[in-house]
Every structure is written in C-alpha cells, then in structure tokens.
C-alpha cells in the first residue's frame, strides 16, 4: 500500500491559478502510474489528469490546456498545476495510484 498526502488546496479567485503537491511513500513510486481525481459536492468523483511511469500524460477535457500534470520520481512527489481557474473546479482533489491508493483530497475553492 501506498501512502500518499496531498497539499496546496485553498481559495482562488477566476482566473487564478493554483498548484497542488502529492508525496507518496516507498520506494516503487517511479514504476506507478499516478493521477489527479476530483469530486464537486453533489457529483461523482471524476478522473482529471493521469500521468504513466514513462511520463505520458492524459486530462479530462474540461481541464485540457488549463492544467498540467507533472512528477518527479527523485522527490516520490506528483504535481497538479491549475491555471485559469473557474467556478466549475472547486472540488475536492484526491491524488491517486488508481485504482488501489488514494489520498485524503485537499480542497480547492474557486471564488470571488
């Protein structure tokens, strides 16, 4: 099992920009594929970006062009980096080794 703990979340006006940390524990975090979820209150959890052990990457299309995920295997650490924040991202962010291990979420609140 994986531990992994989130950081970075707060309150951002529209148009902000916001970037979110996830350390995870052990020594294999460089063969993991990693990603970022979300979950709006009232909403399913869904998939916002995911990155491979090779570095290949995917976003949701609501997200593409505003976010960028990243990882660095020497800091065990994935990243999560907002830009143009708006209404629609305030949720709860979970960093995840999908499907097994997941974060606590940190919540990110976009709000004027």
């Known amino acids: 099992q994986v531990q992994l703990v989130e950081s970075g979340g707060g309150l951002v006006q529209p148009g902000g920009s916001l ?8 020594s294999m975090f460089s063969i993991y594929d990693m990603g970022w979820y979300r979950q709006a209150p009232g909403k399913q ?56 291990d997941w974060g606590q979420g940190t919540q990110v609140t976009v709000s004027s």
Do not use: W
């Open 19 to 26: 970037s979110l940390s996830c350390a995870a524990s052990g």
């Open 45 to 100: 959890r869904e998939l916002v970006a995911t990155i491979t052990s090779s570095g290949s990457t995917n976003y949701a299309d609501s997200v593409k062009g505003r976010f960028t995920i990243s990882r660095d295997n020497v800091k065990n650490t994935v990243y999560l980096q907002m830009h143009r924040l708006n209404l629609d991202d305030t949720a709860v962010y979970y960093c995840s080794r999908p499907p097994f």
